[in-house]
């Protein structure tokens, strides 16, 4: 009896432990800035592939532009027009919401 009662905690624990890590899992996009409004806190992005290359070293363009709320997200280097960035993002309904930003393009300069 007590070994069944282990089996079910354990199998409780373990079934808590999955939920978690599916509600904390960001997706994350990179790509060009557009635009950076600070009066609505968001930042709209033209999404890059991953085929990276001498020519292209953060990616291709896909086309693909999308708004993201970062009303709450952690930034780094301030975002500017033309910036590489890299953004983890959760979506809630239709709204993408950043938890964090990270300026590439600049990032990269300080390295060199």
Request: charged residues 20%.
């Amino acid at each position: 009896m007590r070994r069944q009662h282990t089996l079910v905690a354990l199998a409780l624990a373990l079934g808590l432990i999955f939920a978690a890590g599916q509600a904390l899992a960001f997706s994350v996009v990179q790509g060009k800035c557009l635009e950076s409004n600070n009066a609505q806190k968001t930042i709209k992005i033209e999404a890059y592939d991953t085929n990276f290359g001498p020519a292209s070293p953060y990616g291709k363009s896909t086309g693909i532009q999308t708004v993201y709320d970062v009303s709450e997200a952690k930034i780094g280097i301030p975002p500017q027009p033309g910036d590489i960035l890299r953004i983890a993002y959760t979506v809630e309904g239709e709204k993408k919401k950043a938890a964090k930003v990270m300026n590439v393009s600049k990032q990269d300069l300080r390295k060199k």
